[in-house]
């Protein structure tokens, strides 16, 4: 019987096994790949080997190839679907870039093995998640969706947004942008009750908003904090129509697809480490990106550790509290940079390099990554105006040896966000 390589295998480069006039299996030329190859069972094994080890060692193969000057995604009508970010089309990585990938040296990357993997998968059960809640952030998850657009990233697109506004009213800003997120970008609308914690009168803290609030005038400003509300993004963990969903903080940018995250080994909480944030000598979790299987039973009991939760635990801390012994643990290096970390110098990096020794790079670094947060306190949110005083104090300088990289890649992380902010929502900073 005729032995026939599976499509995904063979663009790998594998070869089907030799035969002898009767047909039996004769001495391999190349690895004896038959048994793996006649159960799907094990194709899958060996599938997702291939992305775990590839994933777990960074294989981006930096070291030999020359980098180009850093840019963002940006957005425009007249962009290619496919097109990708300078980082995303020579870094490759998993699933750097929609369709993409790079080789080196005849090795493929990252990139061309979840490339050829892709069309066996159905992205329909994965989603990138976003939750809003006020109308800024309501902008910043339409900026997100249209570079994931952009980016030809395959997973679905779904925004959970107050139930009180209404996509398909003509009265506001809410609805204007809630119709271009679905009509534009694809995104799927998700209404849904929020998720908070208010201030009380007394110095007891905080007590949990069971009463729906008033979002008709989203624009409006409350004494409810912008964290207070972060227990929303749980909600992601009860999109039981996913069997993976990706959360994403919409402070940040994204610069590279993340699909290879869909396709990591199960697991309930999957997170990056706050590099930045460190208690008892050890690593917080961060959940600025939170990757979960959707499951009502861990749902509820989310909600209930959030019920009892004490005065100035927000998100993060719940999550880091329930998972830290069990979650799976992301390279932040890849999954959550800061803009603050191009503030150090070339010597305050060791937490984010993992070594006192390690060199910093930023146009490499930059490069590698895929999702960069706004985190620049007291510099305020990047849709928010900032005076010359505050960037004297606590913006980006130049290094004393005179190489301004750094400060020029920081400054253009917030020209950037500023300028699709106009172009995507048509609203200038406030």
């Not at 957005?75 to 990708?84: D, F, L």
């Not at 992205?123 to 910043?140: E, G, H, I, K, R």
């Not at 912008?226 to 996913?242: D, G, I, P």
Request: charged letters at 25%; one cysteine or more; glycine letters at 6%.
């Amino acid at each position: 019987m005729k032995f026939t390589v599976p499509a995904f295998l063979e663009k790998l480069g594998y070869s089907p096994i030799g035969q002898d006039a009767n047909g039996e299996p004769s001495s391999p030329t190349g690895l004896y790949m038959r048994p793996a190859l006649n159960s799907k069972r094990w194709r899958v094994v060996l599938v997702t080997a291939l992305l775990l080890i590839l994933l777990s060692a960074g294989v981006f193969f930096h070291d030999h190839i020359s980098l180009p000057d850093y840019t963002l995604p940006k957005i425009s009508g007249s962009s290619s679907k496919t097109e990708t970010s300078s980082a995303a089309a020579v870094a490759g990585g998993v699933g750097g870039g929609g369709g993409g990938g790079s080789s080196h040296g005849g090795i493929s990357t990252n990139a061309e093995i979840l490339e050829a993997v892709a069309p066996s998968v159905d992205w329909s059960q994965f989603a990138y998640v976003q939750y809003v809640t006020t109308l800024p952030y309501l902008c910043n998850s339409v900026m997100l969706f249209a570079i994931l657009d952009r980016l030809n990233c395959r997973a679905d697109r779904l925004m959970m947004y107050p139930q009180q506004w209404n996509p398909d009213g003509n009265a506001d800003e809410t609805s204007r942008l809630l119709k271009i997120a679905r009509d534009k970008y694809k995104v799927k609308l998700q209404p849904i009750h929020v998720q908070s914690k208010k201030f009380s009168d007394r110095k007891s803290g905080y007590y949990l908003s069971h009463k729906p609030i008033d979002y008709t005038n989203a624009s409006s400003k409350r004494k409810l904090s912008t964290w207070a509300e972060s227990y929303t993004k749980f909600l992601a963990m009860n999109q039981t129509a996913y069997t993976r969903a990706l959360s994403l903080d919409s402070d940040s940018t994204v610069l590279q697809c993340m699909d290879e995250l869909f396709l990591l080994p199960p697991s309930p909480v999957a997170m990056p480490r706050a590099y930045w944030d460190w208690k008892d000598d050890k690593p917080q979790l961060s959940s600025q990106l939170l990757l979960v299987e959707p499951n009502a039973t861990e749902f509820d009991r989310v909600m209930r550790y959030m019920e009892s939760a004490p005065r100035g635990a927000y998100d993060m801390d719940i999550l880091h509290q329930m998972f830290f012994a069990s979650a799976m643990v992301l390279p932040h290096k890849d999954y959550d940079l800061l803009t603050g970390e191009f503030k150090h110098g070339k010597d305050g990096h060791a937490k984010y390099l993992g070594s006192p020794e390690a060199v910093w790079d930023p146009r490499r670094v930059i490069n590698e990554a895929k999702f960069l947060h706004f985190s620049d306190w007291p510099i305020p949110k990047p849709w928010f105006k900032t005076t010359d005083d505050q960037l004297r104090t606590n913006g980006a300088q130049c290094s004393s040896d005179g190489d301004c990289t750094e400060k020029d890649m920081w400054y253009g992380f917030y020209e950037d966000f500023r300028q699709r902010r106009k172009e995507v929502c048509d609203m200038d900073v406030v």
